[in-house]
């Protein structure tokens, strides 16, 4: 596979092209109800809502569009890390310093389910499509899974082939779950054939997001000395590398995603500063952006039709950006 494959062509899905690569940079709304950093966004299934977790110890339910909290959830005794909603929308998992998962009934704010066997930080959560498992990984090393069906608190299965803290975790189809982690792999699980594809990317891992247009070959890797890359999935290799924003070691979590469609890369910094980068020649379209936030931006997510884009903060804010 060459860059050539996840240059931009047709930008995002159901919009007009501009003739030149973009994205959503007119601030809309701020959201500012949490009182602590924030330290992830996630949209629901059909993108018209936001869930928000905290270390301020709440995951808050928005209209990001109106600007409005429809939703405010209580029962985290640590800071929010993680949240993943199922495909129905019905309910969400939340985890974080409590070492454990939360499982949410999204209408009445109840905890359902909490899932306990991990010995530290629980830095990822994610369901399967049909929200029937529950994958969760964190601080020590684990993979564990969870049978939504079952009563028992026990995982499933637990999967323990990386050797330092798991950062992050996708499930793109049923038996197959990716994960990054400060040993510097991209590790893929096939639960079906019981097979495992690990791939060296050289530095502690923080982040991971599976290109929306093909996400079967090419994932974003963010890494902790602030480099950004792309990684073909199918052999391994490195296509691209992106770098030039403020991210340290010490920086902590940090946000990224695609944009465009996957003609460019979104990172932000310490600075506050959201990057972004020609994925086909790793050209910024900015070379010293503006800041947008007043401390580190922590996640990032884009709209599937490419209008609206999140940004969230240690400043304890949620931007919400339109074209």
């Known amino acids: 596979m060459s860059v050539a494959k996840v240059a931009p062509s047709k930008g995002p899905s159901d919009e007009k092209a501009p003739s030149i690569l973009s994205y959503p940079t007119k601030l809309l709304q701020t959201l500012d109800a949490h009182q602590a950093p924030v330290n992830v966004v996630k949209y629901n299934n059909g993108a018209k809502y936001l869930l928000s977790g905290s270390a301020d110890r709440t995951i808050r339910l928005w209209n990001p569009a109106l600007g409005k909290e429809i939703k ?37 704010g109840a905890v359902t389910r909490r899932l306990q066997g991990h010995f530290g930080k629980i830095n990822a959560v994610c369901f399967s499509q049909d929200a029937q498992v ?24 637990t999967l323990k082939e990386a050797t330092s803290t798991i950062t992050s975790l996708i499930l793109p189809t049923s038996p197959q779950i990716i994960t990054g982690s400060s040993d510097g792999y991209i ?17 502690p891992i923080t982040s991971l997001k599976l290109s929306p247009t093909a996400p079967e070959e090419s994932v974003l890797v963010g890494t902790n000395d602030g480099k950004v890359r792309v990684f073909d ?7 691209q590398m992106f770098q030039g924003h403020k991210v340290g070691e010490r920086t902590g979590r940090w946000g990224m995603d695609w944009g465009y469609g996957d003609g460019l890369a979104l990172a932000g910094d310490e600075e506050g500063k959201l990057w972004a980068w020609n994925v086909l020649d790793a050209k910024p379209l900015d070379k010293d952006p503006k800041p947008i936030h007043k401390r580190t931006i922590t996640s990032i997510i884009t709209h599937p039709k490419g209008k609206e884009m999140i940004t969230a903060s240690n400043d304890g804010t949620i931007k919400v950006w339109s074209r």
């Open 72 to 108: 405010c959830y209580r029962g985290h005794a640590q800071e929010v890390l993680a949240l993943d909603i199922a495909q129905d929308n019905a309910k969400f998992a939340s985890s974080g310093g409590d070492k454990a998962v939360f499982v949410w009934d999204v209408a009445s």
């Open 134 to 157: 529950l994958a969760s990984a964190g601080f020590d090393a684990k993979l564990m899974l969870w049978d939504m069906r079952a009563s028992s608190r026990d995982p499933i299965q």
């Open 187 to 203: 590790r893929t699980y096939d639960l079906r054939f019981g097979l495992l594809t690990d791939d060296l990317v050289g530095r």
């Open 233 to 239: 999935r199918k052999d391994g290799g490195c296509l």
